[in-house]
């Protein structure tokens, strides 16, 4: 860019009054939590009284295809209902004998909790979602709303407490040009870290009556997306076969983000763009 050089560092926390993001969660289960629909069928043919410990699971790839696995999920299942249960009871054994094996003390520690994950992050009520790796191809990184009834892998980021303002903020070209400017790649595909993307991320100031708008654009550009219910994400986001309804919905959450920033009307260019974005870092930081 036309502009100073500038070094965005990996970062613990966001440099903005935002809500901090973390990464799914994490099983080291060498598998044997997690089943395709058609897997889970079968096994609850076999254990059918495991129906209630099963949860939808979403890492990036299902999430953008809306096409969920599933996560057997006995960290909260009482041991005596556990040792009803011999299917399962052979899953969470032969988590621990895996676990045990490792070379890794840490692992072999997790060989105690053998129900539970190395990481856990399983947000109360709504939450959004951000995939960590995502096509180049897309103007916009495709992200929702998701609930404590399903469970993310650590291949997603997870905001808790997030509103309809915050899913504007991120969802918008704003940030966009930010996360490609910053980002990391997975060949060329997008990989959106929280220590870089996010934690740097310069958050506007807005009015009351611009984090409505925010909001209200926010809402809209859900609303358009349940126009088509058997449209995956990836359906609606790429750019030859993205719905009138959603492009617009986007152009006026675009719109209302850039008035929040004070960029409407005085940046024509992506560039642009990031260059006023790192003035603001670079002010943000020096604090």
């Known amino acids: ?90 899953r969470v054994e032969a988590v621990r004998q895996l676990r045990l094996a490792s070379k890794s003390a840490g692992t072999v520690k997790l060989a105690d909790t053998p129900t539970r994950f190395h990481v856990e992050n399983m947000p109360e009520g709504h939450f959004i979602v951000v995939p960590e790796v995502s096509s180049e191809r897309r103007r916009y990184v495709p992200m929702g709303f998701m609930d404590d009834s399903v469970l993310c892998s650590n291949k997603v980021r997870l905001m808790p407490n997030a509103t309809l303002y915050h899913f504007g903020i991120l ?23 929280i220590k870089i993307v996010y934690n740097n991320f310069p958050w506007p100031t807005p009015r009351d009556a611009q984090r409505a708008k925010i909001e209200q654009t926010s809402q809209a550009i859900l609303d ?58 670079q002010q943000i930081v020096s604090q």
Not at 55 to 80: A, T
Not at 171 to 192: E, I, P
Not at 225 to 239: F, G, H, V
Request: negative net charge; charged residues 25%.
């Open 1 to 90: 860019l036309d502009a100073d050089n500038v070094f965005v560092e990996s970062r613990k926390k966001p440099i903005c009054d935002v809500p901090e993001i973390g990464i799914g969660n994490k099983p080291i289960d060498g598998g044997n939590y997690l089943f395709t629909k058609e897997e889970m069928d079968e096994f609850l043919k076999i254990e059918p009284a495991a129906a209630k410990w099963f949860k939808p699971w979403y890492g990036s790839q299902e999430f953008i295809n809306r096409c969920p696995r599933y996560c057997l999920w006995l960290g909260d299942c009482p041991p005596n209902e556990l040792r009803k249960m011999p299917e399962c009871m052979k």
């Open 171 to 193: 969802t918008s070209n704003v940030h966009m040009a930010w996360m490609r400017a910053v980002c990391g790649r997975l060949k060329s595909d997008y990989d959106y870290s």
């Open 224 to 281: 358009a997306r349940t126009l088509y219910p058997d449209a995956s994400l990836a359906d609606l986001y790429d750019e030859t076969t993205m719905p009138p309804e959603l492009r617009k919905a986007h152009q006026q959450n675009d719109k209302a983000v850039m008035m929040a920033y004070g960029f409407w009307g005085k940046l024509n260019s992506e560039p642009a763009c990031v260059s006023e974005l790192m003035k603001m870092y």
